[in-house]
Nanobody, 123 residues
């Protein structure tokens, strides 16, 4: 039921930078991990970066050293700082929230998605 709103996409030249933001309607501390995915037409959505409540972040090999995920728990916001952008980074980027929830006697996966924000890297 949490709402995620992605923003910050746009047109940028190769080598440029962009910062994406994901604003959640509730506490991001209620999720086991927040992340960013991206998708291009005809291809499967792929994980770009993820950040847990605490601990090390994870990155796709293709973006290591160029992208950085961060979180501001007080603002319930997750960011993706993208630098040294390449044309192959062009995609729709989606914010994601994952957690395990307890309902009755069971434990279930819960997942939410942002609406997506388009990043176009082109000269």
């Amino acid at each position: 039921q949490v709402q995620l709103v992605d923003s910050g996409g746009g047109l940028v030249q190769p080598g440029g930078s962009l910062r994406l933001s994901c604003a959640a309607s509730g506490s991001i501390l209620s999720f086991d991990a927040m992340g960013w995915y991206r998708q291009v037409p005809g291809k499967q959505r792929e994980l770009v970066a993820s950040i847990p409540r605490t601990g090390a972040s994870n990155y796709a090999d293709s973006v290591k050293g160029r992208f950085a995920i961060s979180r501001d728990n007080a603002k319930n916001t997750v960011y993706l700082q993208m630098t040294s952008l390449k044309p192959e980074d062009t995609a729709v980027y989606y914010c994601n929230a994952k957690r395990m929830i307890v309902r009755g006697a069971g434990v279930y996966r819960d997942e939410s998605w942002g609406q997506g924000t388009l990043v176009t890297v082109s000269s």
